[in-house]
């Protein structure tokens, strides 16, 4: 009974064996175009927490503390910050300040050495902090004493922000409507496989056979495009995929904190095309399973 129910299943491929093949390819496209959506949404997603935690924060030191009082102050902000992720602290007095813009502007040094005793009052110092802060960060920075005012490059990625988030939905869209076709067309291939099922399932439903022996054939046809068409799309992204991501990397600074493609997700797609396949043989097997056993076998 297995042997025939084997042979029964494989009906389809003897009969219409470029339909299966041109179906398993079309599966194997749109997981190679499901897998790449994936890894595009995940890895826009890394990209925004870079975008939203890291920033720049400038702490103005007030007037009132003594050039000999800086380098206490410096500590007293990184001490405030230990439980950051990762941050470059520096302090940035009228010396530095004047030494980082002299090869840019030389006459606007030599004016402000020429002040003097005034120079202090002129050029400010402050402390420069950068890397992942969050919001308690800054407000910690700014009730420290000897701290006048405090600025943050927070928002300076807004716009920048939102279209990425933007993006990833459409991506997530995508993925879903892409979900939707490969199960519909599979559907649809196998209640079209189960019309050359049709003659031998009624027999089977006169000789007594139940519901899972009935639905065997169908599902396992199905079963197999699944799983050829997930490892069309296994193969395509290991060899396409690859250079498809370093390109998508390339053509941007933000987009390089993407992750590199992983072999992990070939396997996935694998496993996603045979279970699509096995869940949309299902699906289109029952329909004629009951058309099988209300029409007898004189069909």
């Known amino acids: 009974v297995v042997v025939y129910l084997l042979k029964l299943a494989l009906r389809p491929w003897r009969l219409a064996l470029l339909s299966q093949i041109f179906s398993a390819i079309a599966v194997g496209f749109l997981l190679l175009l ?3 959506l994936f890894w595009m949404q995940q890895g826009l997603k890394s990209v925004l ?3 939203q935690g890291e920033q720049v924060v400038i702490a103005y030191i007030d007037r009132s503390v003594g050039t000999q009082e800086e380098a206490k102050l410096l500590e007293s902000v990184r001490s405030t910050l230990e439980s950051a992720n990762s941050f470059e602290i520096k302090l940035v007095n009228a010396k530095l300040f004047m030494e980082s813009v002299k090869g840019l502007y ?3 040094v030599r004016e402000l050495e020429d002040l003097g005793k005034d120079l202090h009052q002129v050029v400010p110092r402050y402390i420069s902090v950068s890397g992942m802060l969050t919001g308690s960060d800054l407000e910690r920075i700014r009730a420290l004493p000897g701290i006048d005012s405090t600025e ?3 928002d300076r990625y807004h716009h920048i922000v939102g ?3 933007t993006l990833r939905w459409v991506v997530r869209i995508l993925m ?3 979900c939707f076709a490969l199960l519909t067309g599979l559907i649809h291939l196998s209640r079209m496989n189960a019309y050359l099922h049709y003659d031998a399932l009624a027999l089977l439903r006169f000789w007594g056979a139940g519901t899972g022996t009935l639905v065997g054939p169908g599902t396992f046809s199905c079963l197999l495009v699944g799983v050829l068409g997930g490892g069309i799309a296994s193969g395509g992204w290991m060899t396409l995929g690859v250079g498809l991501a370093r390109h998508i990397r390339s053509l941007s600074t933000l987009l390089k904190g993407m992750p590199s493609l992983h ?3 070939a396997l996935s797609l694998l496993l996603i095309g045979a279970m699509i396949g096995l869940l949309a043989g299902l699906l289109g097997s029952f329909p004629s399973q009951s058309r099988s056993s209300q029409g007898g076998v004189g069909v």
Do not use: T
Request: aromatic share 10%; glycine share 14%.
């Open 34 to 36: 499901l897998g790449f």
């Open 49 to 51: 927490v870079r975008l």
């Open 106 to 108: 030389p006459d606007l």
């Open 152 to 154: 943050s490059s927070k």
């Open 163 to 165: 279209a990425f988030l």
């Open 176 to 178: 879903g409507g892409v």
């Open 263 to 265: 072999s992990d997700l």
